[in-house]
């Protein structure tokens, strides 16, 4: 099955700074990769997604990229602001997601 | 568009009572709900698809006689924790998607504490 590794666990920025939190992931037939954004005590919020088709995707302040050759694909987020600070997940799959281990993005005004 | 809503958002209950959750997707069909288990500072643990009209698959390690799932239509799945103890005290989240898409709609949460 698919299992997938987000790094780091913790990412402390400073506001305006860029955040990159990267994961990967194993099964190659995986076509589908969203990031979640969770605050406390609430549910996972889709913040971008893409598809194997795509290398690159971006939404205003945020993008994320993929290589499926290396089975890589990353967040970005620029002009970061203190509204960011929350936990991200990755995930990867082709009907069953499997979650990343979570990274808390801290961004210090 | 794509709103998913739990019932309750918190529940107390005593040891050994059961328990039941509610998933609805508010403005869309959906084919697929997935039940999840989240305990503090950690990452999103699948217990359970349901497919509509079907019974679920459990993931391995998740007891489907204790914790019963159950997805009468299109937008509307439930949870049920059926004699709960302390151990089962964790939050509870749903997703709702539909055929045509991969994507996962969450839902905004359920807090079960067990005394």
């Known amino acids: ?109 | 568009g794509a709103v998913v809503s739990q019932h309750p958002s918190r529940v107390i209950c005593k040891s050994g009572t059961s328990v039941k959750i509610e998933c609805r997707s508010l403005d869309f069909q959906a084919t697929t709900m997935f039940w999840y288990r989240q305990f503090p500072k950690q990452s999103l643990m699948l217990m359970a698809t349901s497919n509509e009209g079907s019974k679920a698959t459990y993931e391995q390690g998740v007891e489907k006689d204790k914790f019963l799932i159950n997805h009468a239509s299109l937008t509307l799945s439930t949870l049920t924790v059926t004699s709960a103890h302390p151990e089962d005290s964790s939050f509870y989240i749903c997703s709702a998607t539909t055929v045509a898409k991969q994507t996962q709609y969450f839902g905004p949460g359920t807090r079960l504490l067990v005394l």
């Open chain 1, 1 to 109: 099955g698919e299992n997938v590794e987000q790094h780091p666990s913790t990412l402390s920025v400073q506001e305006g700074d860029s955040a990159v939190i990267k994961c990967t992931y194993s099964d190659s037939a995986s076509n589908y990769f969203p990031w979640y954004k969770q605050e406390l005590g609430k549910g996972p919020q889709l913040i971008i997604d893409i598809r194997s088709n795509v290398g690159e995707k971006k939404d205003q302040r945020i993008a994320v990229t993929l290589n499926k050759t290396a089975k890589h694909f990353s967040l970005h987020i620029t002009e970061t602001q203190p509204e960011d600070s929350a936990v991200y997940f990755c995930a990867a799959g082709l009907g069953d997601m499997r979650f990343g281990a979570g990274t808390r993005l801290t961004v210090k005004p």
